[in-house]
């Protein structure tokens, strides 16, 4: 049987903490598509082709994973895409209520499809794409907390150096 999960998200932008769940998801799954939610009413900093771009370029050395991006329920497109599993990843506690109603939400609607959790390294417990993206507003440091591509693209973005 081949393992495929999704792995899914907005990934505005993609950021270590994403590719360490990414990476050790590869070794619960033969596959793992990282797919962007298509959502035409939430403000996003970058489009989604950029998103693509810089997720694909940080997939280059993970040939089980690919990027695609999807629209609608997200049991749907999983179920489309024949993948047995949603992958997410779990930070602080502040993450649970969220997870935890996505995630009976998704077992609803269908009960075919396993919602997988893997708690975050502790180095990216606090690190998420919106806090990024605010302290990289005010010129703060993000290094090492992005891959260094993400942190060029925000900066050429936001019209200062990072
Ligand atoms: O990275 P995010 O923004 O926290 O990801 C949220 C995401 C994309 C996983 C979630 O919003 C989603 O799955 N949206 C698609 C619509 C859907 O299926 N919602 C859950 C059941 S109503």
């Known amino acids: ?19 360490d769940i990414l990476e050790r998801g590869l070794k619960l799954f033969d596959e793992v598509i990282v797919a962007i939610l298509v959502n035409p009413n ?3 900093v970058f489009t989604v082709e950029e ?7 940080c997939l280059v050395d993970y040939p089980n994973a690919r990027v695609d991006t999807f629209g609608g329920l997200l049991v749907d497109y999983a179920a489309k895409m024949d993948a047995q599993a ?3 990843g779990m930070r602080a506690v502040s993450d649970f209520e969220y997870e935890f109603q996505l995630a009976l ?3 609803r609607l269908n009960r075919d499809i396993q919602s997988v959790f893997l708690m975050t390294g502790l180095r990216w417990i606090f690190t998420s794409s919106s806090i990024i993206k605010e302290a990289a507003s005010f010129g703060g440091n993000i290094e090492g ?3 260094d591509l993400v942190r060029e693209r925000l900066s050429k973005k936001l019209g200062h150096p990072l």
Request: glycine fraction near 6%; charge should be positive.
């Open 105 to 107: 939400m998704n077992r």
């Open 1 to 19: 049987m081949h393992r495929r999960a999704i792995y899914p998200g907005s990934f505005d932008p993609v950021t270590n903490g994403h590719l």
């Open 86 to 88: 949603i992958l997410r």
């Open 51 to 57: 998103r693509i771009d810089m997720l694909e370029s």
């Open 42 to 44: 939430k403000k996003c």
């Open 145 to 147: 907390m992005v891959p």
